[in-house]
């Protein structure tokens, strides 16, 4: 059955006319009754009973019409609600982002993709870097925000800026008036680490080893929210990329360039295949929205 055929047959079984039919549908009787014959002959039998004065259902066709009014109806709810997905009336979407990047840069940039496309609904998955890739590859997620992967595979990559790494210090210590720290000086203090597989410690540790410094240790934390306030308690101190500064700060600590070496790494969006309009729509939100933080500069 295809839908021009179903249209055709409830558009004579309601007026019982063929010309009242052609009207409706603006067709002319030949196609018509061409639709009506290719109709029957896929179900194998007659529908219509038409005379030269009347047209009545058969039993069968008696017995298609409800069918068919719930077919065509939802035939086309399922094309509005397509027509308003691409044209971002009505939508759904899941992104994925790393917790430094969800809980500092995120929010401004839903809001201003709020206030485009207010019917589109956005479900966030705050989840550590690795997680934000597994669930872009498993196609959870649409689009979703980390420091650039070592190796893409099949995802696409696109950086927003270039984040580098801050020192985080008690805003009541000593190397809270410095300007600006090395590391040498900083890891005469406690550390205070994220705890793997934090893609943020791998970073530390990996940059680091390659200029033959240790990262020692003093305490470990998943939480950035915890880190920060650790070090504000004054239990040592931390590093973290630079769009945490405000988040950082607001917890008491005091953030400060960190250099001897400089670490930094690209973020940006990381993408499966082809994205619906809604991702399409987000991912140029992000793209004009996403100022680098404080520290930070363009990719």
């Known amino acids: 059955m295809t839908v021009k055929q179903l249209r ?17 549908l603006h067709l002319s009787q030949p196609a018509l009754s061409l639709a009506i014959k290719g109709l029957e002959e896929t179900l194998g039998g007659r529908l219509l009973i038409r005379s030269t004065r009347s047209v009545r259902l058969t039993p069968e066709g008696e017995s298609l019409v409800p069918l068919a009014k719930r077919l065509l109806a939802e035939w086309d709810n399922t094309e509005e609600l397509l027509r308003q997905r691409f044209t971002l009336q009505l939508g759904r979407l899941a ?3 790393m917790p430094s990047f969800a809980s500092n840069l995120l929010p401004p940039a839903l809001m201003a993709f709020r206030r485009r496309h207010p019917r589109v609904n956005v479900t966030v998955h705050d989840v550590i870097n690795e997680q934000v ?8 997620v649409e689009l979703g925000i980390v ?15 270039i984040d580098r790494f801050v020192a985080v210090v008690p805003s ?20 205070i680490a994220l705890q793997r597989p934090s893609m943020v410690r791998r970073l530390l540790e990996q940059q680091l080893r390659r200029r033959g410094i240790t990262l020692p240790c003093a305490f470990e934390s998943h939480q950035l929210a915890t880190v920060g306030r650790m070090v504000a308690s004054g239990l040592g101190v931390s590093a973290v990329p630079s769009l945490c500064r405000r988040q950082m700060e607001a917890l008491g600590a005091r953030c400060l360039p960190l250099e001897e070496p400089v ?15 809604a991702a399409l729509a987000l991912r140029q939100v992000l793209v004009e929205t996403i100022a680098p933080p404080v520290g930070s500069r363009p990719a």
């Open 263 to 277: 670490i930094e790494r690209a973020v940006g969006m990381i993408t499966h295949g082809e994205l619906s309009a």
């Open 8 to 24: 055709a047959f409830l558009a004579v079984a309601q007026t019982l006319s063929f010309t009242q039919a052609c009207e409706r």
């Open 133 to 140: 890739i597994d669930m872009v590859r498993n196609r959870q």
């Open 95 to 97: 992104v994925a982002a």
């Open 172 to 191: 009541d210590s000593l190397l809270a008036g410095h300007e600006r720290l090395d590391w040498a000086t900083l890891l005469t203090h406690d550390f």
């Open 147 to 161: 420091f650039e992967p070592e190796a893409t595979g099949s995802l696409g990559f696109t950086p927003l800026f």
